[in-house]
Structures are given as C-alpha cells and as structure tokens.
C-alpha cells in the first residue's frame, strides 16, 4: 500500500485531498490508481489514515477516509542527528539510512574539518536532501518524514543542541564511556537526544572540548574508528535500540 503525506488543512471531513503535483502524478500516471484502491496517509504530524482513492479534479486526487489511528511506527524517543558535512554524496545515504531508521530530524554542520563548506550547499541541494528524507518516509510507511534543515556553522550546533535532553557525541579519543554504558547509566529516558558525528577527520579538539563545555557526553562506538557515514546511523540504531527496549 502506498503512502502519502498531506497537511492537515488538505483533511476535511472523510475526505483527503493530495493537492502536490508530483503525488498526484505518482499515484495516478506510476501507480494507475483506480476507484476504490487502498493509499495510506499522514498528516505528518499525529494522524495516519487508510483510504480508498476516489477520483481526481482540477489536478487533485480526492481520498475516502476509511480509517485513522495515531502514528503506530515513530520511535518514542526523538532524535536528531547533527551531522559533519561530508563530501561527496555521502550526505544522501547518511539521510536515507537516519530516516529509514527513525531519526526526528537532520542538522548538517560546518565543522573545521568539514570538505564541504557551509556556504556551498545551495537551496537546490538543500530541496534533494529535503526529498530524499521525503522518499524515504514513504518507503518505510513512516508517520512524518524528518526535516532536514539548512546547514549550521559548528557554534550554532552547539547552541542549538543546548535544548535536548541528551547530547552525544562520539569520539574517536573516548576509550572509557561508551554509547551502551552511557546509555544504560541514565536514571530515566530522555524525551530527546542530540547526536552530533564529525566529518572526515572527526572533531578537531577544540570541537570536542566545546561540546563537553556545553553539556555533550563523548562516547565511544566500539574498538574501530567508523566512516562518517556509517558512525551516525550505528549510534542512531544503538540509541534508539536501548530506549525502545524500556
């Protein structure tokens, strides 16, 4: 079954209106939806619903709404992944794997080591980020599809992060804390929790020594030092393993 998301003032009674040009082409030119066939939607914010398609008018795809029940597949704990800019195209799987895993949102950052600089990534490259989170969602039946934010320089990260209940970072110079232990420590689950990965080359000390002055708990992965684009989605898999276990 295919899903869609929808703001909530495109819901109306029974009725769902897919009002983007690109949903609507997808469901009635790639899928051939017909009367009566089965489409999921969200309203990206608390509500899934199961509906039939009706009909198409004036380049609108109208939905019956057969059912709702409250998002059924969010992580109970939100994460958001603050992430070094990475070269490359490194970026695009580090978003398809976070969303496919359950990350709440995305923050690229500048950070010293970064190859990418901030100010390069334009808004086009912003709005594919934006629709890779987007596609991913759909793929696995998620309730929202993650925002993936404009690029922050390193100090307003960390300002940023200041207001989650937990903040980690992983770091390659940590051999005493690691993620399970530091995890396993906590007197109660956090609501939320800011993970930050450096860039190639990881944190420069003076990155790591500002996150612990802001509250930010290093931690280590494991025995191996990881690839930027694996260490987010590792720690994000572990996080929210532990807190789903409660």
């Known amino acids: 079954m295919s899903r869609f998301f929808v703001e909530e003032n495109q819901i109306s009674g029974n009725e769902i209106r897919i009002v983007s040009k690109r949903d609507v082409k997808h469901l009635t030119r790639v899928l051939r939806a017909a009367r ?42 939100r994460v958001a992944l603050f992430q070094g800019l990475p070269k490359a195209a490194k970026m695009d799987a580090i978003i398809q794997k976070s969303v496919e895993l359950g990350v709440d949102a995305i923050f690229p950052v500048a950070c010293v080591r970064s190859i990418a600089a901030g100010d390069a990534v334009s808004a086009h490259k912003l709005a594919r980020w934006q629709k890779i989170s987007d596609e991913a969602a759909k793929q696995c039946r998620r309730g929202l599809a993650p925002k993936v934010h404009p690029v922050l320089p390193f100090d307003a990260a960390v300002s940023a992060m200041r207001g989650f209940a937990l903040m980690l970072f ?4 940590e051999t005493e804390r690691s993620l399970k232990s530091c995890l396993r420590g906590l007197s109660e689950k956090p609501a939320d929790v800011a993970l930050i ?14 996150l612990t002055l802001a509250g930010a708990v290093s931690v280590s992965l494991g025995g191996t030092v990881l690839r930027t684009e694996t260490a987010g989605p590792a720690a994000l898999a572990m996080i929210l393993y532990e807190f789903e276990q409660v």
């Open 170 to 173: 992983p770091y390659e110079n």
């Open 197 to 210: 990965i450096g860039p190639e080359g990881g944190f420069a000390r003076e990155e790591a020594e500002a």
């Open 36 to 77: 009566g066939d089965r489409v999921e939607v969200s309203d990206s914010a608390e509500w899934e619903y199961e509906t039939e398609f009706l009909r198409t008018e004036d380049g609108v795809a109208v939905l019956r709404i057969l059912d709702r029940q409250r998002f059924a597949r969010e992580p109970g704990v």
